[in-house]
């Protein structure tokens, strides 16, 4: 009976959820993919392994161009560990003299790649004041987003829609409250009086679950609601903290930015 009259909110995204497994890990894959040929700025790892599939062998009997070569496979593994795009073999000592220079480390550019030309050499302005503002915004909307649905897994009680009549509420079993708690509210003894509250079909389904003893489907509900309630919770959490990540790495640009600017006393005595 509870299915046929009633949904759940929360059983219907684990459905829904359910339903996009298959194509869950095809994109990983693609995703996977992706994110190394953004990061490398190439497919050239890729086309290595497929050639390698195929017959291709990783060096040459020739030491000068087998040397050549190392120097491509040497380049794009830097691109790809690092996710600086550099320019050519060239322009990466050029950005290690950069570095030393100012007594920055590479690995100190590492978390800040986004914000190093390694064209020019230098470190953008992260612009703080309006990195605070869009991280802030972010955070604010992920927030209104998230917190009714983490919300959702907090009481003892399903949330479930009739159907037939669209009308969502509360229950836990012994009694049902409309999802606005300050509408109405039905138990035992109200569905024994006159009063149709919200509707007379409405009155009639929910009555009907109400006096089904230890009914398994509010149970599973309210199951449903708290397991899907963490998973958002455990996003959020993760997602704030990309969000702080983010607005750190902002902060330790413009401090490292900064210091590149600061003239050493070999430049001082030119003036």
Sequence with gaps: ME???FFSIASQLIELSKAAAPIIFPALLIAAYLWAWKRAGSGFFILQRLLFIVG???????KRIDNAWQKVYDFYSIRLRTGIKFSSNSNVAQSIDFLEKHGIGLEQIIPIRNYFNAKTCEIRDPNIKGKKIENLVMATFLLLVS???????????ALLTVKETKTTFWTNGKSAYSWNLFEWRLNSEACQSERILPSKRDKEVICDLLTQPENGYISETILEQRIFGLIFLIFTLITLTVIYASYSKARMADEIRKRTYIRTPEQLELF
């Design 3 to 5: 299915s046929k009259e």
């Design 56 to 62: 291709g062998n990783k060096s040459v009997s020739d």
């Design 147 to 157: 917190t009714p649905i983490v919300v959702l897994g907090i009481p003892s009680q």
